[in-house]
C-alpha cells in the first residue's frame, strides 16, 4: 500500500535532469522502509528511514549548511573577502566546504585532531582549510577554539554557528519537515532524530506539529557522556545549543553506543543499507516507539552512510563483537 | 610505576575537573584499576563488563594506541604518559 503512497508522492521528489549547480540538489532524499530489521512489530506498525545520505555532500548537513549560508548572503554578513568558518567534527564541515566551493567561498574549519581521516580528506579536497582542536576537548574544544579565531578577525569571517543559528532548524522546518509530510502523505505518527545541534529534531519536528499536533516529535540521545556516536551530543554535558528546545519534544530515548553500532551492523546486512552510527542510534530509538504501537509509521532521520566511517572505531572495532545480535560477522 | 594520565572532558566529572591526573600501575590494566581506587566509577566508563576497553575509547601510551600494543595487558614504565581519547569528535 505504501508502495502505491510513495508513487503518487514521487513527483515532487524526482531528480530534474539538469541542475545549474550541485547545491540544488540539496535535499529532497528518499524515505525507505526498514523491513527485516524491524521484524516483530504490530501489523499496522511501519517504520521509515529518510536517508540523508543521498544529499550531494554525503549528509543531512548539507541542508542547514546551505540555508545559513544563503541567509548570510541573502543578508550582507557574507560577502566577497571573507572566509566560512565554523567549528564541526565532520559532516557540516564537509557541507560547509561543498558549499563553499560551489559559491566560490574560502572556508575554515576548526575540527578535533581525531575526526576521522576520511572526513579530513573530503575537506581538504573540498579546497578547505583545517585548524585541528585537542581532540580531548571534543566538540566543546572546537567551538571555543573557533570562537577565538573569529575574535582576532572578525570582519575576516563569516561563522554560520550551527548550534547557536536559527536558520538551522529553519532550513529544517522548511525542507526536511515538509517532505516527509508529503511522502508519507501525512500519515506519519512518530518522528525521530538524533540530537546533534537539534537542528533537525526541533525543526523539521515543529513543521511535523504545525501541520498536526498529534504527531509525536522523539529525540535520540547518547545514554552517557562518554559516547561512541559520532554526531550526537549527550545534552546534560555539553554546552548545549541555542537552537535546542526540549521543551518541544514529546521524548528524549537514550542509546547507547553498543545498540547503536549493533543496529549498524544489522541494517548492513539486513537491509543492504551501510549506515553511520547516528543511523543507527535513530533506529534503535524508533524501535523502541514502535514496539509500544498497534498503528503507526515511525520516520527515523539516518543523517548519513556508513562508508565515510570506515577508518573509525565504528568498523575498525567491529571485530571485537562477532557475537552482535543474530548476525553472523564470520565474513 | 608512577604515569600521568590526560583525562578527556566527558570523564573530568570523576576527576573532580582535572584534565590529568598521576596514577600507579606497571599495565595499561593496573594503572585503570588504580585509577578507579582514585577516582570512583570512571573505569566502567572506559571498560565494559567483560573487563575490555570499550570499542569508543580509544587509550594511548605515549601516543601509540593500546589497541595496537599488547591492549590492557600493555606494560608501562615510570613517567609514561597516558591519554584516554574518545573514539568520536563529538557533534555533527
Known amino acids: ?331 | 610505576m608512577s604515569v600521568r594520565v590526560r583525562v578527556p572532558t566527558p570523564l573530568r566529572k570523576f576527576t573532580q575537573g582535572s584534565d590529568e591526573v598521576d596514577v600507579n600501575g606497571d599495565t595499561v590494566l593496573a594503572m585503570l584499576e588504580d585509577l578507579e581506587q582514585k577516582h570512583p566509577g570512571i573505569k566502567e566508563r572506559i571498560m565494559d563488563e567483560s573487563g575490555k576497553v570499550r570499542r569508543f575509547v580509544n587509550v594511548y601510551v605515549n601516543g601509540d594506541d593500546i589497541r595496537f600494543l599488547q591492549n590492557v595487558d600493555t606494560a608501562l614504565k615510570d613517567g609514561d604518559s597516558i591519554s584516554i581519547v574518545p573514539a568520536i569528535a563529538g557533534g555533527l
Open chain 1, 1 to 331: 500500500m505504501l508502495t502505491a503512497l510513495n508513487q503518487d508522492a514521487a513527483s515532487p521528489l524526482r531528480r530534474p535532469r539538469k541542475v545549474d549547480g550541485i547545491i540544488e540538489l540539496v535535499g529532497n532524499t528518499p524515505l525507505v522502509e526498514v523491513r527485516r530489521t524491524t521484524r516483530g512489530l504490530s501489523r499496522g506498525v511501519r517504520v521509515l528511514a529518510k536517508l540523508e545520505g543521498f544529499n550531494p555532500g554525503g549528509s543531512v548537513k548539507d541542508r542547514p549548511a546551505l540555508g545559513m549560508i544563503r541567509d548570510a548572503i541573502d543578508n550582507g554578513r557574507l560577502k566577497p573577502g571573507r572566509t566560512i568558518i565554523d567549528s564541526t567534527s565532520g559532516n557540516t564541515g564537509i557541507a560547509i566546504a561543498m558549499i563553499g566551493a560551489a559559491l566560490g567561498y574560502p572556508v575554515r574549519l576548526v575540527v578535533p585532531a581525531n575526526v576521522s581521516e576520511e572526513r579530513k580528506n573530503i575537506i581538504r579536497l573540498f579546497g578547505a582549510e583545517i585548524v585541528y582542536s585537542d581532540p580531548l576537548e571534543g566538540s566543546d574544544g572546537a567551538i571555543r577554539l573557533c570562537r577565538k579565531i573569529v575574535a582576532e578577525d572578525p570582519e575576516g569571517y563569516f561563522k554560520p554557528d550551527q548550534y547557536f543559528n536559527p536558520m538551522n532548524s529553519q532550513a529544517h522546518y522548511e525542507t526536511t519537515g515538509p517532505e516527509i509530510y508529503r511522502q508519507t502523505e501525512g500519515r506519519v505518527t512518530h518522528f525521530v532524530a538524533g540530537i546533534g545541534t537539534g537542528g533537525t529534531v526541533m525543526g523539521a519536528g515543529r513543521f511535523l506539529k504545525e501541520r498536526d499536533p498529534r504527531i509525536r516529535v522523539i529525540a535520540a540521545e547518547p545514554d552517557s557522556e562518554m559516547h561512541g556516536l559520532e554526531g550526537l551530543k549527550h545534552m546534560a554535558s555539553s554546552i548545549v545549543p541555542g537552537i535546542y528546545h526540549e521543551e518541544e519534544l514529546d521524548l528524549k530515548i537514550p542509546v547507547s553506543t553498543e545498540d547503536a553500532y549493533e543496529m549498524v551492523y544489522r541494517l548492513s546486512q539486513e537491509e543492504g543499507l551501510l549506515v553511520g552510527q547516528s543511523s543507527g542510534a535513530a533506529l534503535v530509538a524508533a524501535m523502541d516507539v514502535a514496539r509500544r504501537l498497534t498503528h503507526g509509521t515511525v520516520v527515523a532521520v539516518f543523517p548519513d552512510f556508513g562508508a565515510r566511517y570506515m577508518t573509525t572505531n565504528l568498523w575498525t572495532t567491529w571485530k571485537e563483537s562477532l557475537d552482535v545480535g543474530n548476525v553472523d560477522f564470520s565474513i
